[in-house]
């Protein structure tokens, strides 16, 4: 599927950097999946869509010759399948373990466990479903991103709580405020490091297909 488990990743032809100059992180949010449309807490194991997949090869040339980092999740590595490139799978991309909420609909969560899904979008550090608290997961994709920040021109294919815990860190923002961004399939969203530290370059930008 185009996946590397391990060494420096790469992706694209010899040459052709289309990011070489750029210091940080272009994130793409892979491509959707009937758990999206369903409004369903994230599954790990799902697939991507179809067509979805068929339109991120429009996504092929703004990843050209960066290295290339990808989510654990069978979506994002079908993503990074279907850019054609090659990529490392980091675990710390993954999304916030839901723990038994893993693939519910938000509505049945909401009806049957109504006490336990406040606490959960008020309390960064909760984790009533048995999995990852926001805060936990925050932490670790900032330390991910931080091990990047001296490298040129990386991609991170990934899911949506990834990018708004990665925009969270660079804005200094707590996980329930960084939870606000909305973020489409196959959106881009770039973050750049000068010597100040992380600043965002664009958000949820469309690729037209």
């Known amino acids: 599927m185009g996946l590397r488990p391990g060494g420096p990743p790469r992706g ?6 289309r990011l070489a100059g750029l210091s940080g992180v272009l994130f793409v949010r892979h491509a ?14 799902e697939e991507a869509d179809a067509a979805s997949l068929t339109r991120a090869a429009a996504l092929t040339r703004t990843a ?9 999740s069978v979506a994002a590595r079908q993503t990074v399948a279907a850019l054609g490139l090659a990529a ?22 909401a009806r049957e466990e109504p006490d336990e899904l406040a606490s959960w979008l008020t309390d960064p550090h909760a984790a009533p479903h048995g999995g990852e608290s926001l805060a936990a997961h925050a932490e670790r994709v ?6 990047v920040r001296a490298e040129p021109g990386v991609v991170a294919v ?21 939870a ?3 973020l489409a399939p196959l959106s881009v969203t ?14 949820n930008r469309k690729v037209l297909f």
Do not use: K, N, Q
């Open 64 to 72: 050209a010759g960066a290295v290339v980092w990808a989510g654990p």
């Open 32 to 45: 959707s999946t009937p758990g999206m449309r369903a409004a369903c807490f994230p599954a790990p194991g």
């Open 158 to 178: 990934c899911d949506a709580g990834a990018i708004r815990a990665a925009l969270g860190h660079a804005l200094g923002l707590d996980p329930l405020s960084a």
């Open 180 to 182: 606000r961004f909305d």
């Open 12 to 17: 694209g032809r010899p040459g052709d950097r």
């Open 88 to 109: 490392r799978v980091v675990p710390a991309l993954a999304e916030a373990d839901c723990g038994r909420w893993r693939g519910l609909p938000y509505e049945r969560v």
């Open 142 to 147: 900032a330390a991910w991103l931080e091990s």
């Open 190 to 203: 770039e973050l750049t490091v000068t010597r100040a530290g992380w600043r965002v370059a664009h958000v």
